[in-house]
């Protein structure tokens, strides 16, 4: 970290223009849960770091007629507070609290876990599930709207410029008729990087699936959607065995690696257990 | 390599230290301000014997900037207890239960158990676990930890 530079900007204008005159790496820090110790670890050496912890107008939950609107600074500790979040999208919550620890979950936020790209981000998966928008804001112009599908380019990889930064993340209410799931496997029940992990949003209507939405973790370069098996689920009579026919097929969905926490091989054959596991949990919410 | 000046306060007391960017605030209670109860021991946020509280928020001090800390109020372990000595009620229990062998692990389980008790006054066991995940102990299995937290509630 030598002649590393620190900056705090109480507004997004004073950060922009700190990073317009900065040649080198510039590196943005919420909670620090992962730069932080990247840094010391010397993995990542910036020349600058944009301390956008105190921009309070990105940290809220907003609840619409139709949407849900999460400032990027929301910390993952709010996330599992929220009573709206638990009653709109309980995989969401489920997915903050098995996020680190509570210690972590403290600092930790939600644009931060997005940005920082892990192909096992624990807060994808449910918002992939959730097809949900990143918004972004770039220098002094306006910024964009990305589908999370599109946003992620490989590990720790994103669509994002040098400049641009995460303001919120909205996702359209799920209907009433539509019940999800969320499964992460890891080594140990807390701080634990997952080996798989997935999100599974169904809508059912007389036990035949209308909608199906399966985003996995940890099992590719990048969290995934998998739109061959929703192709496969919808309009399907979703019973044991068709269930258990079509989880089958996401071992060809994905493309896991061996690394010191599991073999690809394991990772392969649990994300279809888990899957079949996660279908038949939202089917269970659903009759409820 | 950058300076900057540095103001918070820290159990009630305002201090102003001169820092570097890439110092951790760790770093500066420790080795700066003397206040050795909080603990470096793993490094990378994974273990909790750094726990110390920002602003009433228990956090990982091992990888929270100290120029971070700009106007903020912390405790320390150190600042749990009362000026006379008197020990807070948490740390009675984990006297009476046995709940210290080392020592390392306490500070940062007492924060987290305070916490916890000024949110939930009276936590299932498994409230309590879940709620001190973060803070690793090498010596006691965490029976007696759990047990005199779980002593603790109303």
């Not at chain 2, 995940?133 to 010596?139: D, M």
Request: some cysteine; aromatic content about 4%; charged content about 25%.
């Amino acid at each position: 970290m030598e002649g590393m530079d620190y900056l705090r900007p109480r507004n997004l204008r004073d950060a922009f223009n700190a990073i317009e005159k900065t040649k080198g790496l510039i590196k943005f820090i919420a909670g620090g849960t992962n730069v932080i110790p990247d840094i010391r670890a010397e993995t990542l050496s910036p020349k600058l770091i944009v301390d956008l912890s105190v921009l309070k107008s990105l940290y809220y939950i907003k609840e619409t007629n139709r949407t849900i609107s999460i400032g990027a600074l929301t910390t993952i500790s709010e996330i599992v507070k929220s009573d709206v979040i638990r009653r709109v999208a309980p995989i969401l919550s489920s997915a903050a609290h098995q996020l680190g620890n509570t210690l972590t979950r403290n600092r930790a936020t939600l644009g931060g876990n997005l940005a920082d790209a892990s192909p096992a981000a624990d807060m994808a998966p449910p918002l992939l599930a959730l097809e949900a928008l990143i918004h972004t804001k770039c220098g002094q112009e306006s910024g964009r709207k990305i589908s999370l599908d599109k946003f992620f380019l490989g590990p720790n990889k994103t669509v994002l410029a040098k400049d641009e930064i995460i303001t919120k993340i909205t996702f359209l209410k799920p209907k009433e008729s539509a019940h999800g799931s969320y499964i992460k496997l890891g080594l140990r029940d807390s701080m634990a990087i997952s080996i798989v992990s997935l999100a599974v949003m169904l809508q059912v209507e007389n036990n035949v699936c209308q909608k199906a939405r399966i985003a996995l973790g940890a099992v590719a370069p990048t969290p995934v959607r998998s739109y061959r098996v929703e192709k496969e689920l919808e309009g399907r009579e979703m019973s044991i065995k068709n269930i258990h026919e079509i989880a089958v097929l996401i071992e060809k969905e994905i493309s896991p690696i061996s690394d010191i926490r599991a073999s690809a091989e394991y990772r392969k054959y649990e994300t279809s257990v888990l899957l079949k596991r996660a279908i038949q949990q939202a089917l269970e919410r659903g009759k409820k | 390599m950058n300076k900057k000046v540095v103001n918070f306060t820290v159990n009630g007391e305002p201090h102003e230290v001169l820092v570097e960017t890439n110092t951790l605030l760790l770093h500066v209670l420790r080795d700066e301000l003397g206040l050795t109860g909080t603990k470096y021991s793993c490094g990378t946020g994974q273990c909790g014997s750094c726990t110390v509280l920002v602003n009433g928020e228990p956090i990982l001090s091992c990888i929270f900037l100290a120029v971070a800390a700009e106007g903020a109020d912390i405790v320390t372990i150190e600042g749990l207890s009362a000026p006379d000595g008197t020990l807070e009620s948490v740390q009675e229990a984990f006297l009476d239960f046995g709940a210290i062998q080392c020592g390392f692990c306490t500070p940062g389980l007492v924060l987290m158990a305070k916490d916890l008790l000024n949110k939930n006054p009276n936590p299932s066991e498994t409230e309590i676990r879940e709620h001190i995940k973060g803070n690793l102990c090498r010596c006691t299995g965490y029976v007696s930890i759990v047990r005199a937290i779980k002593s603790c509630s109303k």
